[in-house]
């Protein structure tokens, strides 16, 4: 059976919304960060980063949002989650998603942990990354929002919804307290409605215990 080693609303959300979608067994494993678990000897065995999420798929096992999202797409074909091999519209889900993760969750990694990147001995330092981050996270949520506005599709890739639609979501409700969170877009609002009022979204959403707003 499939494990995600995961955390309420942390990057383990758009993989685990991705299990729901293809409807197979996994198993959830909740890494209580609160006692520092994804800093254990175990699970640094997983993922020498320390981050969440990692997924155990048999012999293999698998750290970093995306690349969990891109295995779970492929090993199950039959779920229609990514475009056919080889496409140019498949060419395009992999640019979105290496956007996703490169681009995007980076910049929100920024936001988050502005700490990281300042110098102890500089007073606002942390203050000053957070805030460049946001207004950085402000201009990727705009090409989003005219990515959508361009071809006028229900879903990120057009007509076809895939994996790149929950980690779409995730990273969109981690802006949910910005000064203009991306739920606020013209386009981008609409199309986090859409993904939000899946099935399968909904049931990952009440796993997690997640409440007002929900992006």
Partial sequence: ??????????????????????????????????????????????????????????????YETAAILLHLADTHPAAGLAPALGSAERAHYYKWMLWLSNTLHATLGLYFYPERWASPDHVHGATTVKARAEARAGQLLEILDQELARHGGAWLLGERFTALDPYTLMLARWTRHFGRPARELPHLGPYLQRVLARPAVQRAYVTEQIGAPPV
């Fill in 1 to 62: 059976m499939l494990q995600l080693y995961y955390h309420p609303t942390d990057a383990s959300m758009a993989p685990h919304m991705l299990l729901e979608e293809l409807g197979v067994p996994f198993e959830l494993l909740l890494v209580d960060r609160a006692n520092h678990a994804h800093k254990s000897e175990a699970y640094l065995r997983l993922n020498p980063n320390g981050l969440i999420p990692v997924l155990v798929d048999g012999d293999t096992v698998l």
